[in-house]
């Protein structure tokens, strides 16, 4: 019978600063998720969808309002930017 030896090194666990940021990308990813239910909800017609679309909505803003939560009381402070555009009436 042949044994093996494992040559695994340790894997550190990570430090304050990556996990901060491991969060700010999941916050960022799921503002994502939350503007691409939106969207999607925007598109609906079948009611069966906008049922589903609505859950959709619902599950991924509590997703990002709980990561924005668990952020701040981090102190993790980042100004996130909103990719809405609005279109005004030009003044003529």
Known sequence: MV??????RKIAPPTEGEKNRELVEQIDKARKEWDLAQSQLD???EPDLIDYAVYRLQ???KRYMYLLKKADE???RRSISHSFSETRPLKG
Not at 3 to 8: A, G, H, K, N, V
């Open 3 to 8: 044994f093996f030896r494992c040559r695994c």
């Open 43 to 45: 598109q609906m017609s």
């Open 59 to 61: 599950a991924a803003e």
């Open 74 to 76: 981090k102190g993790i």
